[in-house]
């Protein structure tokens, strides 16, 4: 009797279990997986950065990291022949670009996809990523958006608000000019030693005269020299006033003049001590976020550190562009190969580093600067944020100062001429007249030379590929 109860009670369940299956109609088929190509120079900081979050999301997508290392490897000298030569031979899914024109001249070229059209379809949400970017990546695409940039970096005014106080000093504001903030360095106090005596700007390293005068010409958008004409442009009115400007700042002794070598080695408590805005000493300094971890570190580095309560404010700016600034980068910048036949997934990983829950993980820290996303980090350590994102992105396409586009060789040289005579100037051996002649035309020789053996260097590998 038990066994015909328990045989009943068995098909019972049997019969429940094929119902069941039929039920649900034919099993489900597992997610097909895809693979993307992402670029990227160095394979275990992407993962950490962007791949490992990205596939806890996404299992079904197998991320391939095309290791850029190699374009610098590559014999092709010119490196945006070697970068577009990578591109065609590796045929990446996502292409990382930077700022310094090689984003405009992919979109020109119509190698990237239009992200508008993909945006629209998913009704992806972009109102939140810092304005000023989006505008200035479109009209780099003209008019078109063709990547995106999940972080940025920017600089800012930092200020030691008790040194303010202290002295009377009216606190800096949201865009000041290189012009206001040295006249308000030389209103604090210039007496004492080096070691002790307070500063009212001063920059992390470098010659102050040369370091003061690159940041004002920075600021103010001045070249070096025309990529186009292959001319030297430096003997101009404009570069005097910024040498002038710099150089009465110097001669003010206002200024912190970190000196050519700066610290050279110790423990972190010895570099910490050896500059003079983290240990109080100094009233302004412009920085990105970085310094703000600086800070933090410095107060649990340094014995008896004494903390001191500091304010931000947006700046430097050119008098002619007030509400821009030239001290922003971006150069993680992410955009989906035009012919990609992985678009769907490209997609949905620039969707996701570019998200609001992306941006909430990586902000916990500034150690890959601000998150484009806005609103997710609004301090750090109780200090508003809010300063770095007052001022709109002037376009730097230039580079630095030009220089970016001559040979390689060519920095080193110039920079010589330009300590040689810049220091002539300082010990009031040479008028500032003379200086910058002297630098236009040894300058302009240096970089006819340059050209010259770019040139033949490129003669020569050309024979060498035809030989081979």
């Given at each position: 009797m038990k066994n015909g109860i328990l045989y009943k009670v068995m098909l019972v369940m049997i019969c429940g279990l094929l119902f069941a299956g039929c039920a649900g109609g034919p099993a489900k088929q597992e997610a097909q997986t895809s693979t993307l190509k992402v670029m990227f120079w160095d394979e275990s900081y992407f993962f950490s950065q962007y791949g490992d979050m990205f596939a806890m999301k996404n299992p079904n997508i197998e991320i391939e990291v095309a290791n850029t290392q190699s374009i610098y490897n590559?014999?092709?000298?010119?490196?945006?022949?070697?970068?577009?030569?990578?591109?065609?031979?590796?045929?990446?899914?996502?292409?990382?670009?930077?700022?310094?024109?090689?984003?405009?001249?992919?979109?020109?070229?119509g190698k990237l996809m239009d992200l508008d059209t993909l945006i629209a379809k998913d009704k992806y949400d972009i109102s939140t990523i810092y304005p000023a970017l989006i505008d200035l990546l479109k009209e780099k695409g003209?008019?078109?958006?063709?990547?995106?940039?999940?972080?940025?970096?920017?600089?800012?005014?930092?200020?030691?608000?008790?040194?303010?106080?202290?002295?009377?000093?009216?606190?800096?504001?949201?865009g000041m000019t290189w012009q206001e903030i040295i006249d308000t360095a030389r209103r604090f106090p210039t007496d004492g030693d080096k070691d002790s005596r307070i500063y009212g700007y001063g920059p992390r390293y470098g010659k102050a005269f040369d370091e003061l005068a690159s940041s004002i010409a920075m600021t103010q958008g001045l070249q070096v020299l025309n990529p186009?004409?292959?001319?030297?442009?430096?003997?101009s009115d404009s570069w005097k006033k910024v040498f002038q400007l710099a150089l009465d700042g110097v001669k003010s002794k206002a200024i912190y003049d970190p000196g050519e070598d700066g610290f050279q080695s110790g423990t972190m408590e010895e570099y910490y001590k050896s500059q003079p805005f983290l240990m109080g000493r100094m009233a302004m300094t412009i920085d990105g976020t970085n310094l703000l971890q600086n800070l933090k570190d410095a107060k649990n580095s340094v014995r008896d550190y004494k903390p001191f309560q500091i304010g931000i404010v947006a700046g430097p700016v050119d008098p002619a562009l007030p509400d821009s600034t030239r001290e922003v980068s971006y150069n993680e910048i992410f955009a989906i190969r035009s012919d990609s036949p992985n678009a769907d997934a490209a997609w949905e990983f620039l969707k996701f580093i570019n998200s609001?829950?992306?941006a909430k993980v990586k902000s916990r820290t500034l150690n890959n600067g601000l998150m484009s996303r806005m609103g997710v980090m609004k301090d750090y350590e109780g200090q508003s944020l809010d300063a770095f994102y007052k001022?709109?992105?002037?376009?730097?396409?230039?580079?630095?100062?030009?220089?970016?586009?001559?040979p390689n060789s060519f920095y080193g040289q110039f920079q010589q001429i330009k300590d040689r005579e810049l220091d002539l100037v300082q010990k009031g051996s040479k008028s500032l007249d003379e200086a910058l002649e002297k630098i236009?035309?040894?300058?302009?020789?240096a970089l006819d030379k340059a050209y010259q053996e770019e040139e033949a260097q490129k003669?020569?590998?050309?024979k060498d590929d035809i030989s081979s």
């Amino acid at each position: 009797m038990k066994n015909g109860i328990l045989y009943k009670v068995m098909l019972v369940m049997i019969c429940g279990l094929l119902f069941a299956g039929c039920a649900g109609g034919p099993a489900k088929q597992e997610a097909q997986t895809s693979t993307l190509k992402v670029m990227f120079w160095d394979e275990s900081y992407f993962f950490s950065q962007y791949g490992d979050m990205f596939a806890m999301k996404n299992p079904n997508i197998e991320i391939e990291v095309a290791n850029t290392q190699s374009i610098y490897n590559d014999e092709e000298k010119d490196y945006d022949k070697a970068f577009a030569k990578f591109v065609e031979k590796e045929q990446p899914d996502i292409i990382l670009l930077n700022s310094n024109k090689n984003y405009e001249k992919f979109a020109s070229e119509g190698k990237l996809m239009d992200l508008d059209t993909l945006i629209a379809k998913d009704k992806y949400d972009i109102s939140t990523i810092y304005p000023a970017l989006i505008d200035l990546l479109k009209e780099k695409g003209g008019g078109k958006l063709y990547g995106l940039a999940s972080s940025f970096n920017v600089n800012a005014i930092y200020y030691n608000a008790d040194l303010f106080a202290k002295y009377g000093v009216e606190p800096p504001h949201d865009g000041m000019t290189w012009q206001e903030i040295i006249d308000t360095a030389r209103r604090f106090p210039t007496d004492g030693d080096k070691d002790s005596r307070i500063y009212g700007y001063g920059p992390r390293y470098g010659k102050a005269f040369d370091e003061l005068a690159s940041s004002i010409a920075m600021t103010q958008g001045l070249q070096v020299l025309n990529p186009d004409t292959k001319k030297m442009t430096i003997n101009s009115d404009s570069w005097k006033k910024v040498f002038q400007l710099a150089l009465d700042g110097v001669k003010s002794k206002a200024i912190y003049d970190p000196g050519e070598d700066g610290f050279q080695s110790g423990t972190m408590e010895e570099y910490y001590k050896s500059q003079p805005f983290l240990m109080g000493r100094m009233a302004m300094t412009i920085d990105g976020t970085n310094l703000l971890q600086n800070l933090k570190d410095a107060k649990n580095s340094v014995r008896d550190y004494k903390p001191f309560q500091i304010g931000i404010v947006a700046g430097p700016v050119d008098p002619a562009l007030p509400d821009s600034t030239r001290e922003v980068s971006y150069n993680e910048i992410f955009a989906i190969r035009s012919d990609s036949p992985n678009a769907d997934a490209a997609w949905e990983f620039l969707k996701f580093i570019n998200s609001e829950e992306y941006a909430k993980v990586k902000s916990r820290t500034l150690n890959n600067g601000l998150m484009s996303r806005m609103g997710v980090m609004k301090d750090y350590e109780g200090q508003s944020l809010d300063a770095f994102y007052k001022l709109k992105p002037a376009d730097s396409s230039d580079g630095y100062m030009g220089i970016s586009d001559a040979p390689n060789s060519f920095y080193g040289q110039f920079q010589q001429i330009k300590d040689r005579e810049l220091d002539l100037v300082q010990k009031g051996s040479k008028s500032l007249d003379e200086a910058l002649e002297k630098i236009q035309a040894d300058g302009q020789v240096a970089l006819d030379k340059a050209y010259q053996e770019e040139e033949a260097q490129k003669k020569k590998d050309g024979k060498d590929d035809i030989s081979s």
